[in-house]
């Protein structure tokens, strides 16, 4: 953060924006980070630090909140900043808030060794990945928050989505309107929070200072992109996606009321570039915010895995990453080369675990109970368990997190394992259809995340992405055999999982009816698998998980 030249007459403010990574549950990190932050832009000469919604509790805290023990944690460690506010800069920081007996989603201003002012959200949003009307009580409609002379609105995230808020905070006063945010990633993410600021801003012709988190919290990913807008709808400050920063901005009265002149800008990365940021990020806190030292995943020569190396590369270094390769009678030398080749490329440790032993052991054990029954699935299947339980021992030994690699296609049609390839902690990819994933590993070869730790260059090679989909279970086996093609089961999935278009609609946007009706039956009878599958990293409008909750008992089909 840099200084100011000068203080500042008294129609200046300095605001440090903290665009940063909290821990839920951590209250005494987000504490010494609040506190780290509070000290830098004293140094800096701000008057005032803004933090995210919720920053000393993390966001979303869900249930944890209920904890009455957890809700004096909170309040005790904003007292505890309050109190060392004295010598400046204020804080405007969010965190849980009892007040007469009922619990909020707050934002309190700490100055001059006190609280001098709280305000409670308002709208609790409760759809999606949301559900704060479940642990928050609303507040009421607000009014500017005085200092120093300024009137400040501060609307809490999902109250600037509607005009309400907005309206009182302008008709009591408000000059500059400051939004603390927990708005997590997702594809469609920049042109809604733009298209909303806009509004909210020619509505009340006043500059809107947009902060959002950073950071992976269980399946959502923040990522930040904090921004100041001036009632000209000027872009006056970016901050980039997926990064940690703190800068101060600088903000002046005029005649016709407050600018931020910001000086703060940033590119921020959008499309398939924000998806394998995202994943990468989200990947990177699941593993460090719960202390996995490293981790292991099978590398199949395949598509998934290879992008899954190369995303956990990036995201934690190649000193954490251990791939193992676990062939089998139907494992081709091709696909041996190019686990190899990612491996080499990635600068991972690699290690070759042949299984059949351990196959041909448990269909040994299984026989007498299979006597008189015909080779099916189950023996493939065999194949897939036995690495599973290979990859989870190694995650015993050496405490390392053990990465699934299924996508969100073979997660609809429920093309996967059980307690085989489902087996494991983590899954970076779990929210990207087949077809993206084909999009994001020849990504990856020209580009990668600022703050990635891999290599540059060539990590997934070309043949990988060229050759046709296999989990070589059995001779000359295609997943193709058992699926529509990608392109065309991934936009009859888009359709049907996102959009949640009706199967009648989607025929007569031209798909195939009898293939349009079997996915459907596929998606719904996979629901059991999905209900034990490891999170994964949300980059879409609709997850399998916190996004999309459907029941594991439906007997409901349009088809």
Not at 86 to 103: C, F, K, M, N
Not at 163 to 185: H, K, M, Q, R
Not at 264 to 280: H, L, P, S, T
Request: charged letters at 25%; aromatic letters at 8%; glycine letters at 8%.
């Amino acid at each position: 953060m840099t200084s100011p030249e000068t203080s500042g007459p008294a129609d200046t403010l300095f605001i440090a924006v903290a665009q940063l990574n909290p821990t839920v549950g951590d209250v005494a990190g987000n504490l010494a980070l609040a506190r780290r932050t509070a000290a830098s832009a004293r140094d800096a000469g701000a008057d005032l630090v803004v933090f995210p919604e919720l920053f000393i509790s993390g966001y979303p805290p869900e249930d944890l909140v209920l904890k009455p023990a957890f809700q004096q944690a909170c309040r005790a460690a904003i007292e505890t900043l309050a109190d060392e506010s004295v010598d400046g800069p204020a804080l405007l920081i969010g965190s849980p808030w009892v007040d007469e007996g009922r619990l909020h989603n707050s934002v309190l201003l700490l100055e001059e060794g006190r609280i001098s002012a709280i305000r409670h959200k308002v709208d609790l949003p409760n759809y999606g990945v949301f559900d704060e009307k479940r642990v928050f009580a609303a507040g009421p409609l607000p009014g500017p928050i005085p200092f120093r002379g300024v009137r400040l609105g501060v609307p809490i995230c999902e109250d600037i989505w509607g005009p309400d808020v907005v309206e009182c905070l302008t008709e009591t006063g408000a000059e500059i309107l400051i939004v603390p945010n927990g708005s997590p990633y997702r594809r469609s993410v920049y042109a809604e929070r733009e298209n909303t600021v806009v509004a909210r801003v020619v509505e009340s012709n006043l500059p809107l200072l947009y902060v959002n988190q950073v950071g992976g919290q269980d399946e959502l990913v923040f990522d930040g992109a904090s921004f100041a807008l001036n009632p000209d709808r000027f872009l006056a400050l970016q901050f980039p996606g997926f990064m940690e920063r703190v800068r101060l901005s600088r903000w002046q009265r005029f005649e016709n009321g407050w600018k931020c002149l910001g000086a703060n800008m940033a590119d921020r990365i959008e499309g398939d570039q924000a998806d394998y940021a995202a994943c990468v990020v989200g990947l990177r806190d699941y593993v460090n915010k719960n202390r996995f030292p490293g981790v292991v995943l099978g590398l199949s020569g395949g598509i998934d895995s290879a992008l899954v190396a190369a995303m956990a590369v990036d995201a934690l270094g190649p000193e954490r990453v251990h791939c193992i390769m676990l062939p089998y009678r139907y494992t081709s030398q091709e696909s041996r080369s190019d686990a190899a080749a990612v491996a080499e490329a990635l600068a991972v440790r690699y290690d070759i675990v042949p299984i059949a032993a351990a196959v041909e052991g448990v269909e040994a054990t299984l026989a007498p109970l299979f006597a008189g029954t015909r080779r099916d699935v189950t023996e493939e299947n065999l194949q897939s368990r036995v690495r599973g339980a290979l990859l989870m021992s190694v995650s015993n030994k050496f405490g390392s997190l053990v990465l699934t690699t299924g996508n969100k296609s073979e997660m609809s049609t429920g093309y996967a394992t059980l307690y085989g390839d489902m087996n494991g902690g983590f899954n970076p990819v779990k929210d990207l259809y087949k077809s993206e994933v084909f999009r994001l590993a020849r990504l990856r070869n020209r580009w990668k995340p600022a703050d990635a730790l891999g290599p540059d260059g060539l990590v997934i090679p070309e043949r990988v992405i060229d050759k046709a989909p296999t989990a070589e279970l059995a001779e000359g086996q295609k997943d193709e055999d058992s699926l529509p093609p990608y392109a065309e089961l991934d936009a009859i999935l888009e359709r049907l999982v996102e959009r949640e278009e009706p199967v009648a609609k989607v025929i007569t946007d031209g798909f195939d009816a009898q293939t349009v009706t079997r996915v459907e039956r596929l998606l719904n009878t996979a629901e059991y698998k999905r209900r034990q599958a490891a999170p994964g990293v949300k980059v879409t409008g609709r997850n399998f998980g916190r996004g999309r909750r459907y029941p594991v008992t439906n007997r409901f089909s349009e088809g």
